[in-house]
């Protein structure tokens, strides 16, 4: 409804990641939130994944599922609203173990492709990525006879 609402049309992918987004956004608190509670916390994130997901285009991030939005935006949105929502947790707690797990996985993850890069390398050649890496990589059309680019 907010996609249609705001962009003037329906839009299946974000009808699906909105469902998504609720679910996620539900996973932290799903052990001691009210139904009620569940059912705000869900329809939020199914608002918010919209607003994200156009925030993270206009950011000209390559996210073209979503993921960004439904997973990390929403399951931020999730823990955060067991500090809004619960009696026996706390804002500033729920908000310290956001920040301490983004440090972790922004460390981690830096250290990872960093090794990668130098191991093996991360990018495939502009002929395979213009060839699209289901041929170059598997061997095998996604959409057979769909072709946007011809390499020589």
């Not at 998504?20 to 918010?48: E, N, Q, R, W």
């Not at 996985?105 to 395979?128: A, D, H, P, Q």
């Not at 990525?129 to 996604?142: F, I, N, Q, R």
Request: hydrophobic fraction near 45%; proline fraction near 2%.
């Amino acid at each position: 409804m907010a996609s249609w609402y705001f962009f003037n049309k329906p839009d299946l992918s974000m009808t699906l990641n909105g469902s998504l987004a609720g679910l996620v956004g539900i996973t932290a608190g799903a052990d001691i939130m009210s139904p009620l509670y569940s059912v705000i916390i869900g329809f939020a994130a199914g608002l918010l994944v919209v607003f994200s997901v156009s925030s993270i285009d206009r950011m000209k991030i390559d996210d073209p599922v979503g993921a960004i939005s439904v997973h990390l935006v929403c399951g931020i949105w999730g823990t955060l609203a067991v500090g809004l929502f619960s009696s026996s947790h706390s804002l500033l707690t729920q908000l310290i173990g956001v920040v301490c797990y983004g440090a972790t996985c922004l460390i981690t993850s830096f250290l990872i492709f960093y090794l990668i890069k130098k191991v093996i390398g991360l990018r495939v050649s502009y002929n395979e990525e213009l060839k699209g890496l289901d041929l170059s990589e598997h061997d095998s059309e996604s959409y057979s006879g769909f072709q946007i680019f011809t390499v020589e």
